[in-house]
Protein backbone atom coordinates (compact mmCIF):
# COMPACT_ATOMS: atom_id res chain seq x y z
CA UNK A 1 0.00 0.00 0.00
CA UNK A 2 1.48 3.19 -0.48
CA UNK A 3 1.72 5.50 2.32
CA UNK A 4 0.50 8.74 0.62
CA UNK A 5 -2.64 7.26 0.42
CA UNK A 6 -3.54 8.52 4.23
CA UNK A 7 -6.65 9.28 5.97
CA UNK A 8 -8.02 13.10 5.68
CA UNK A 9 -7.13 14.92 8.84
CA UNK A 10 -10.92 16.36 9.76
CA UNK A 11 -10.85 19.97 10.36
CA UNK A 12 -14.33 21.30 11.91
CA UNK A 13 -14.57 25.55 10.59
CA UNK A 14 -17.30 27.31 12.79
CA UNK A 15 -18.72 29.80 10.97
CA UNK A 16 -21.35 31.87 12.32
CA UNK A 17 -24.64 31.43 11.88
CA UNK A 18 -24.87 35.33 10.55
CA UNK A 19 -26.69 36.77 10.70
CA UNK A 20 -36.31 22.92 -35.04
CA UNK A 21 -37.90 21.79 -36.19
CA UNK A 22 -34.75 22.02 -38.54
CA UNK A 23 -31.11 21.55 -36.84
CA UNK A 24 -29.53 24.99 -36.43
CA UNK A 25 -26.47 25.27 -38.40
CA UNK A 26 -22.72 24.58 -36.59
CA UNK A 27 -21.05 27.04 -34.73
CA UNK A 28 -19.10 29.34 -36.76
CA UNK A 29 -16.69 30.27 -33.71
CA UNK A 30 -13.49 31.40 -33.51
CA UNK A 31 -11.22 29.13 -31.85
CA UNK A 32 -9.96 29.83 -28.42
CA UNK A 33 -7.02 28.38 -26.47
CA UNK A 34 -8.33 26.64 -23.33
CA UNK A 35 -6.01 27.89 -20.23
CA UNK A 36 -3.73 25.22 -18.39
CA UNK A 37 -5.51 23.38 -15.91
CA UNK A 38 -3.01 24.73 -13.50
CA UNK A 39 -4.30 28.73 -13.98
CA UNK A 40 -7.74 28.25 -13.09
CA UNK A 41 -8.96 28.20 -9.20
CA UNK A 42 -10.78 25.58 -8.60
CA UNK A 43 -12.46 25.72 -5.07
CA UNK A 44 -12.53 23.25 -2.02
CA UNK A 45 -14.60 21.04 -0.54
CA UNK A 46 -16.37 22.55 2.60
CA UNK A 47 -15.23 25.94 1.31
CA UNK A 48 -17.43 28.74 3.03
CA UNK A 49 -19.70 30.81 0.66
CA UNK A 50 -21.89 34.22 0.52
CA UNK A 51 -24.84 34.52 -2.50
CA UNK A 52 -25.85 38.17 -2.48
CA UNK A 53 -27.87 39.29 -5.76
CA UNK A 54 -29.80 42.06 -4.14
CA UNK A 55 -29.78 44.70 -1.42
CA UNK A 56 -26.37 45.99 -2.71
CA UNK A 57 -23.60 47.36 -1.68
CA UNK A 58 -22.07 44.12 -1.53
CA UNK A 59 -22.07 43.21 2.51
CA UNK A 60 -18.25 42.67 2.80
CA UNK A 61 -18.48 42.21 6.28
CA UNK A 62 -19.87 38.44 5.57
CA UNK A 63 -17.59 35.31 7.01
CA UNK A 64 -16.98 33.02 4.05
CA UNK A 65 -14.35 32.68 1.95
CA UNK A 66 -16.51 33.00 -1.06
CA UNK A 67 -18.79 35.36 -2.81
CA UNK A 68 -20.92 35.12 -5.81
CA UNK A 69 -22.09 38.31 -6.61
CA UNK A 70 -23.75 39.61 -9.94
CA UNK A 71 -21.74 40.93 -13.19
CA UNK A 72 -23.43 43.40 -13.74
CA UNK A 73 -24.44 44.98 -10.58
CA UNK A 74 -20.83 44.32 -9.29
CA UNK A 75 -17.61 46.82 -9.99
CA UNK A 76 -14.36 45.83 -10.92
CA UNK A 77 -13.52 47.98 -7.56
CA UNK A 78 -16.14 45.73 -5.28
CA UNK A 79 -13.98 42.46 -7.05
CA UNK A 80 -10.96 43.43 -6.33
CA UNK A 81 -11.54 44.58 -2.96
CA UNK A 82 -13.32 41.47 -1.76
CA UNK A 83 -9.61 39.46 -3.64
CA UNK A 84 -7.61 41.89 -1.81
CA UNK A 85 -9.30 40.27 1.68
CA UNK A 86 -8.44 37.12 0.69
CA UNK A 87 -12.03 35.81 -1.22
CA UNK A 88 -12.06 34.14 -4.36
CA UNK A 89 -15.64 35.60 -6.18
CA UNK A 90 -18.02 34.20 -8.69
CA UNK A 91 -19.72 36.18 -11.13
CA UNK A 92 -24.08 35.34 -11.58
CA UNK A 93 -24.86 35.13 -15.11
CA UNK A 94 -28.18 33.67 -16.76
CA UNK A 95 -27.05 31.34 -19.60
CA UNK A 96 -30.14 30.49 -20.41
CA UNK A 97 -33.01 33.34 -19.94
CA UNK A 98 -33.06 36.92 -21.36
CA UNK A 99 -33.33 39.41 -18.50
CA UNK A 100 -34.96 41.88 -19.81
CA UNK A 101 -33.09 44.93 -17.91
CA UNK A 102 -29.66 43.83 -18.78
CA UNK A 103 -27.88 46.27 -21.06
CA UNK A 104 -27.41 43.84 -23.01
CA UNK A 105 -31.04 42.61 -23.46
CA UNK A 106 -31.55 43.92 -27.17
CA UNK A 107 -28.64 42.18 -28.80
CA UNK A 108 -30.46 39.28 -28.23
CA UNK A 109 -31.71 37.92 -31.91
CA UNK A 110 -35.88 37.56 -31.88
CA UNK A 111 -35.55 33.93 -33.08
CA UNK A 112 -34.36 33.11 -29.86
CA UNK A 113 -36.21 34.14 -27.54
CA UNK A 114 -39.36 31.97 -26.50
CA UNK A 115 -41.53 31.54 -23.97
CA UNK A 116 -42.22 33.91 -20.42
CA UNK A 117 -40.29 31.79 -17.64
CA UNK A 118 -43.08 31.54 -15.28
CA UNK A 119 -43.28 32.90 -11.70
CA UNK A 120 -40.19 35.80 -13.17
CA UNK A 121 -41.71 38.79 -14.82
CA UNK A 122 -39.20 40.13 -17.57
CA UNK A 123 -37.58 37.17 -18.20
CA UNK A 124 -38.10 34.77 -21.11
CA UNK A 125 -36.48 31.20 -22.15
CA UNK A 126 -33.73 31.04 -25.10
CA UNK A 127 -33.14 28.85 -27.90
CA UNK A 128 -29.86 26.94 -26.51
CA UNK A 129 -29.82 25.01 -29.68
CA UNK A 130 -28.90 28.39 -31.32
CA UNK A 131 -25.08 28.47 -29.96
CA UNK A 132 -23.96 30.36 -33.38
CA UNK A 133 -26.44 32.97 -32.02
CA UNK A 134 -25.67 33.34 -28.45
CA UNK A 135 -21.95 32.67 -28.91
CA UNK A 136 -21.21 36.31 -29.38
CA UNK A 137 -23.70 37.61 -26.28
CA UNK A 138 -22.35 34.41 -24.03
CA UNK A 139 -18.95 35.44 -25.46
CA UNK A 140 -19.32 39.00 -24.40
CA UNK A 141 -19.97 38.57 -20.63
CA UNK A 142 -17.68 36.22 -20.22
CA UNK A 143 -14.88 38.51 -21.42
CA UNK A 144 -16.40 40.95 -19.02
CA UNK A 145 -16.17 38.77 -16.02
CA UNK A 146 -12.97 38.00 -16.28
CA UNK A 147 -11.99 41.63 -17.47
CA UNK A 148 -13.22 42.30 -14.05
CA UNK A 149 -10.92 40.07 -12.53
CA UNK A 150 -13.75 37.69 -11.48
CA UNK A 151 -12.47 34.05 -10.17
CA UNK A 152 -15.35 31.45 -11.69
CA UNK A 153 -18.82 31.97 -13.40
CA UNK A 154 -22.30 30.79 -11.62
CA UNK A 155 -24.50 29.88 -15.24
CA UNK A 156 -27.96 30.26 -14.10
CA UNK A 157 -31.04 28.13 -15.97
CA UNK A 158 -29.14 25.33 -17.31
CA UNK A 159 -31.91 23.38 -17.45
CA UNK A 160 -34.36 24.61 -20.05
CA UNK A 161 -34.87 20.86 -21.63
CA UNK A 162 -37.05 20.36 -18.68
CA UNK A 163 -38.78 23.30 -19.06
CA UNK A 164 -42.07 24.68 -21.35
CA UNK A 165 -39.62 27.28 -22.92
CA UNK A 166 -41.67 27.46 -26.68
CA UNK A 167 -38.56 25.68 -28.22
CA UNK A 168 -38.19 21.02 -28.57
CA UNK A 169 -34.92 21.39 -26.87
CA UNK A 170 -33.61 18.03 -26.01
CA UNK A 171 -31.60 16.52 -23.41
CA UNK A 172 -28.45 16.43 -25.92
CA UNK A 173 -29.43 20.42 -26.81
CA UNK A 174 -29.12 20.78 -23.09
CA UNK A 175 -25.70 18.96 -22.79
CA UNK A 176 -23.80 20.14 -25.91
CA UNK A 177 -24.64 23.98 -24.72
CA UNK A 178 -23.73 23.40 -20.88
CA UNK A 179 -20.56 21.83 -22.45
CA UNK A 180 -20.26 24.38 -24.82
CA UNK A 181 -20.45 27.18 -21.69
CA UNK A 182 -17.31 25.27 -19.84
CA UNK A 183 -15.34 25.23 -22.37
CA UNK A 184 -15.62 29.06 -22.77
CA UNK A 185 -15.08 29.24 -19.13
CA UNK A 186 -12.28 27.50 -19.23
CA UNK A 187 -10.93 28.94 -21.94
CA UNK A 188 -10.71 32.31 -20.22
CA UNK A 189 -8.83 30.66 -17.07
CA UNK A 190 -12.49 30.96 -14.82
CA UNK A 191 -13.67 28.26 -13.16
CA UNK A 192 -17.61 26.99 -14.17
CA UNK A 193 -20.16 25.14 -11.91
CA UNK A 194 -22.95 23.06 -12.94
CA UNK A 195 -26.22 24.80 -11.50
CA UNK A 196 -29.14 22.87 -10.19
CA UNK A 197 -29.58 20.55 -13.54
CA UNK A 198 -29.02 16.96 -11.30
CA UNK A 199 -30.22 14.94 -14.53
CA UNK A 200 -27.47 15.75 -16.42
CA UNK A 201 -24.65 15.70 -13.50
CA UNK A 202 -22.80 11.92 -14.75
CA UNK A 203 -22.30 13.41 -17.96
CA UNK A 204 -21.25 16.67 -17.24
CA UNK A 205 -19.17 15.99 -14.16
CA UNK A 206 -15.81 16.23 -16.24
CA UNK A 207 -16.53 19.41 -17.03
CA UNK A 208 -17.44 21.33 -14.58
CA UNK A 209 -15.37 22.56 -11.47
CA UNK A 210 -18.31 22.50 -8.64
CA UNK A 211 -21.91 22.65 -8.19
CA UNK A 212 -24.36 24.88 -7.04
CA UNK A 213 -27.91 23.53 -5.85
CA UNK A 214 -31.11 25.65 -4.82
CA UNK A 215 -33.59 23.41 -2.18
CA UNK A 216 -32.33 20.27 -2.91
CA UNK A 217 -32.49 19.71 1.11
CA UNK A 218 -36.26 20.88 1.01
CA UNK A 219 -36.72 18.99 -2.67
CA UNK A 220 -34.50 15.80 -1.73
CA UNK A 221 -32.74 15.55 -4.27
CA UNK A 222 -29.49 16.01 -2.88
CA UNK A 223 -28.20 13.03 -3.55
CA UNK A 224 -27.91 13.19 -6.67
CA UNK A 225 -24.91 15.83 -6.51
CA UNK A 226 -23.08 13.07 -4.43
CA UNK A 227 -20.46 12.53 -7.29
CA UNK A 228 -19.39 16.27 -7.25
CA UNK A 229 -18.09 15.13 -3.61
CA UNK A 230 -16.45 12.26 -4.25
CA UNK A 231 -14.03 13.74 -7.59
CA UNK A 232 -13.26 16.20 -4.97
CA UNK A 233 -15.44 19.21 -6.36
CA UNK A 234 -17.52 20.88 -3.72
CA UNK A 235 -21.24 21.45 -3.70
CA UNK A 236 -22.36 25.53 -2.86
CA UNK A 237 -26.05 24.24 -1.74
CA UNK A 238 -28.93 27.29 -0.72
CA UNK A 239 -32.02 26.72 1.19
CA UNK A 240 -34.91 29.58 1.57
CA UNK A 241 -36.44 30.92 3.89
CA UNK A 242 -40.15 30.86 2.28
CA UNK A 243 -40.68 27.43 2.67
CA UNK A 244 -40.69 26.79 5.69
CA UNK A 245 -36.98 25.12 6.66
CA UNK A 246 -34.65 25.66 9.14
CA UNK A 247 -31.11 25.25 9.89
CA UNK A 248 -31.27 22.24 11.81
CA UNK A 249 -33.31 20.67 9.37
CA UNK A 250 -30.86 20.04 6.90
CA UNK A 251 -27.72 21.18 8.21
CA UNK A 252 -26.98 17.30 9.46
CA UNK A 253 -27.79 15.73 6.38
CA UNK A 254 -25.56 18.86 4.37
CA UNK A 255 -22.37 17.65 7.05
CA UNK A 256 -22.90 14.18 5.99
CA UNK A 257 -22.68 14.93 2.25
CA UNK A 258 -20.02 17.65 3.16
CA UNK A 259 -22.06 20.48 1.09
CA UNK A 260 -21.06 23.95 1.63
CA UNK A 261 -25.08 24.83 2.50
CA UNK A 262 -26.24 28.16 3.29
CA UNK A 263 -30.48 29.03 4.57
CA UNK A 264 -31.19 32.34 2.23
CA UNK A 265 -33.91 34.42 1.64
CA UNK A 266 -35.24 34.09 -1.53
CA UNK A 267 -34.69 37.35 -3.14
CA UNK A 268 -30.64 36.67 -2.36
CA UNK A 269 -29.71 39.82 -0.16
CA UNK A 270 -26.89 39.76 2.18
CA UNK A 271 -28.70 37.90 5.15
CA UNK A 272 -27.34 34.66 5.57
CA UNK A 273 -27.32 31.43 7.91
CA UNK A 274 -24.61 29.10 7.52
CA UNK A 275 -24.33 25.13 8.16
CA UNK A 276 -20.95 24.47 10.12
CA UNK A 277 -18.43 23.18 7.17
CA UNK A 278 -16.40 20.06 7.83
CA UNK A 279 -13.42 20.30 5.49
CA UNK A 280 -11.39 17.21 5.03
CA UNK A 281 -7.30 18.25 3.94
CA UNK A 282 -4.71 15.68 2.77
CA UNK A 283 -2.52 15.04 5.09
CA UNK A 284 1.48 15.10 3.62
CA UNK A 285 3.07 11.47 2.99
CA UNK A 286 5.58 10.51 5.46
CA UNK A 287 9.06 10.75 3.62
Not at 163 to 181: E, I, M, S, V
Not at 189 to 217: H, M, R, Y
Not at 227 to 239: M, S, Y
Request: net charge negative; glycine share 6%.
Amino acid sequence: MYRSILAGLVIIVLVALACGESRPPAVSSRVTEPAAAEERWRPAVGATWQWQLSGLPIDQTVVASIYDVDLFETSATTVAELKAQGRRVICYISVGTLEEWRPDADQFPPEVIGKDYDGWPGERWLDIRRIDLLAPLMRARFDQCRDKGFDGIEPDNMDGYLNDTGFPLTYQDQLAYNRWLAQEAHARGLSIGLKNNPDQVTDLLPDFDWALTEECFDQGWCEQLRPFIEAGKPVFAAEYTDTGIVLDQFCPQARQLRFSAILKRRDLDAWRQACLSVIYLPLQASP
